[in-house]
C-alpha cells in the first residue's frame, strides 16, 4: 500500500430529501432495509421510534427531519444506517444508501459560514466528487449530549416496562 492511499478517508454517501451527504465509514455499524420503527411517546418529532438490532434497542431518527428537511414517507430504497457512537448505537432514516467512497482528505472544503449553530456543530465540511456536493456529517454531533440523555432514557424505560 502506498503512503497516498494510507492517507484516504472512506465515506458513506446517502441522500435524503434529494441533499447528498455523507458520514465516515468508520462510524457506520450497518445499513439496514426500512422497518418502521416501534414508537415512543413523549418524544421529539424527529425520533421515530426504536428498532430491534440484535438483542439491542435503538433509537431511530429521521435525517431529514433532524437536518431541517422535508420529511417524504420511506420506500423501497429507504435505509436506517445504525451509527456505533461513543454514547451508543443510533439509527438514521434516509432515502438511500448509494456507495463507499475513498477519498483524499484534503478534498473535504470546510464548513461554509452559511452553517449556523447546531447545524455548523454537525456539518464537517463539503465534499466536491465527480461534480456533485456532499454534505459530510459529524455523526458524533447530530444528537446533541442532552438528547442522548433524553433517548437512553426513553429506551431504557421501553426496555424495562416502566
Keep these: 500500500m502506498t503512503p497516498a492511499t494510507d492517507t484516504r478517508r472512506s465515506l458513506v454517501t446517502c441522500r435524503a430529501a434529494g441533499e447528498l451527504l455523507a458520514l465516515d465509514v468508520g462510524s457506520v455499524e450497518r445499513v439496514l432495509r426500512y422497518t418502521a420503527p416501534r414508537s415512543l411517546p413523549n418524544t421529539a418529532a424527529w425520533l421515530r421510534g426504536v428498532i430491534a438490532v440484535g438483542d439491542r434497542l435503538v433509537p431511530v431518527l429521521d435525517l ?6 422535508a420529511a417524504t414517507a420511506a420506500d423501497e430504497a429507504s435505509r436506517i444506517v445504525v451509527l456505533a457512537l461513543a454514547s451508543g448505537r443510533i439509527g438514521f432514516i434516509v432515502d438511500a444508501v448509494d456507495d ?4 483524499d482528505p484534503s478534498t473535504i472544503e470546510a464548513t461554509p459560514p452559511v452553517y449556523r449553530g447546531l447545524a455548523r456543530e454537525f456539518v464537517q465540511g463539503i465534499l466536491r466528487r465527480d461534480e456533485r456536493l456532499y454534505v459530510v456529517l459529524d455523526a458524533e454531533h447530530l444528537v446533541t449530549s442532552q438528547e442522548r440523555l433524553a433517548l437512553g432514557a426513553a429506551v431504557e424505560e421501553l426496555q424495562h416496562g416502566r
Design 64 to 69: 431529514r427531519e433532524r437536518l431541517g428537511l
Design 100 to 103: 463507499v467512497v475513498a477519498v
